[in-house]
């Protein structure tokens, strides 16, 4: 076979020009027949033997020959080591060509051809896009979906160009959406309909495409695929299940696609997907709960959601999960909840249906995830809650799991919430009990630190709840406020020209309410704090300079 192929391959250089020989097409067939019998090899030969310069050549007449040279770049292409000189041989300008004709066996191979030749390339991938191969490729699909083999071929290379986001745009101006869904509903073998999952997840994350997606119907088609497989305990339909709702939950998150199928609260669809959060399905469970959480992004579906009953259903799943729970759903429905506790009107609705209590079951918890949507929740709850803020904050096992959490260096975002929640309990109650029950808890110090962050807002919560317990308990936090450099750390943020107008204002409000503590005040006049605040005076914030020199009153009737 070897003297053979040779033999071909230099007949072949020879020949190129007169494309329609039949000399051309014994030499085509010697070659794909060496490549099926050992495709590395030929592949070697045919670089050595500079074979492919004259394949731009023979592409560029459409015969009987057409299909073979479109298959034998195919295999070719299928080895690393041969794409480049495919590339460098010019072959990607014909073969995006070849995709304009109506021969199905053409079409198939220089497909493939193409497809092998990017593999795993973005820029050569990103090349084809730039060509225009999608709305051709999305063309073909809708012309040739009664042909199997074509047809995989397009999803195959739908499911590659559309990890790019440079294809996005390109697939929102075509009507994939449409055929995707139409060749979905025709789709009985699970493979196939993975497929068109895996083409239509990386689609789904344009938010023009969802809404396309929704609009041609593709979301009465994964309830289906729910409704049939949810009872089922083969792998192939439990791997669609998860798939479908996944799906469902990705479309959710564009807004437009979102509020189209609330439908102000009675969209069907709205209501199957509510009806997953109590079924015995984890993966329904998890969907239907993500799907709340995605639904509650804006007040006006969030105070429907609550005033129909969406809490208690979410509080049964939770509780459902408390011991040995499934740590995704606790995430999910803590998300829900926290979303729906946003609007104001909301929050005394579901302190009233008992959220705050099953939520604290979670206290135990390890998992930080779940630790940061839990810690979420309660300060969204109690923000402006005076009440609630004060029956949670004297919760001595709370506050002291809060100080444990305050210290998570591993997990910012934990330790970032929870000093914002120990903060939160002390603004929102202010209550002197709340007050002496984080003294007791050790948190004061974390406050302290809490007022140096990079966040203004964290910092100014902070300066916020140090001045309430400066005025609340000083004698009790004395200790702390000495220990914790409380003084240093003021007159850091206080001399700092970057701080906010706010960072100033309380700091300032911070030093007038520790002048009482004597070992405050004489911190206080060692490191000349009226200099400091005499010199803010003039601070171009009116309120910032009024408070400066009422500060600077006070510091001098005290010296």
Known sequence: MADNLSEALKALKLSSADSASDSVEGCLD??????????????????????????????????????????????VAKNEFMRS??????????????LNCKDQ?????????????????????????????????????????????????????????????????QFASTNIAEELVRLFRKQVEHEKKEMIFEVLAPLAENDVIKLQLVDAGLVECLLEVVAQTVDSDREEDVAQLKTSSDLMVLLLLGDESMQKLFEGGKGSVFQRVLSWVPSNNHQLQLAGALAIANFAR?????????????????????????????????HAALSALRNLAIPV????????AGVSDVVLKFLKSEMPPVQFKLLGTLRMLIDTQADAAEQLGTNPKLVKRLVEWCEAKDHAGVMGESNRLLSALIRHSKSKDVVRTVIQGEGVKHL?????????????EALVALGLIAGLDL?????????????????????????????????????????GS?????????????????????????????????TEQRLTAQS
């Open 518 to 550: 004597e070992p405050l005040h004489k911190e206080v006049q060692s490191l000349a704090f009226i200099d400091v605040v005499s010199s803010l005076r003039s601070h171009e914030n009116k309120t910032v300079a009024h408070q400066a020199s009422l």
């Open 475 to 515: 004698d009790c936090a004395e200790k702390d406020f000495v220990d914790s450099n409380l003084v240093q750390v003021l007159h850091k943020l206080l001399t700092e020209e970057h701080s906010a107008p706010e960072i100033k204002y309380n700091s300032m409000i911070i030093i007038c309410s520790i002048m």
């Open 448 to 460: 302290i630190t809490m007022a140096t962050s990079e966040h203004m807002i964290m910092q100014n």
């Open 345 to 352: 009107v909301n929050k005394s609705k579901m302190l009233l």
């Open 298 to 330: 804006n007040d006006g579906n969030c105070i429907h959601m609550v005033d129909t009953g969406i809490v208690q259903k979410l509080l049964e799943l939770l509780d459902r999960h408390v011991e040995e729970g499934n740590v995704t759903v606790q």
């Open 30 to 75: 010697c070659l794909l027949k060496a490549l099926a019998h050992n495709n590395v090899d030929t592949s070697e030969k045919v670089r050595e033997m500079g074979v492919l310069a004259m394949m731009p050549a023979l592409l560029s007449v459409q015969n009987s020959s057409t299909p073979k040279v479109a298959n034998i770049i195919a295999e």
């Open 105 to 169: 066996e053409i079409l198939l191979q220089t497909g493939r051809a193409l497809g092998n030749i990017c593999y795993d390339s973005h820029s050569l991938q990103a090349q084809l896009i730039s060509m225009g191969v999608i709305p051709t490729l999305v063309r073909l699909l809708g012309v040739h979906s009664q042909n199997t083999a074509l047809t995989e071929m397009c999803l195959i290379a739908f499911g590659n160009l559309a990890e790019l986001e440079s294809s996005k745009e």
């Open 85 to 98: 000189p495919c590339v460098e041989a010019g072959l990607i300008p014909p073969l995006v060509q070849l």
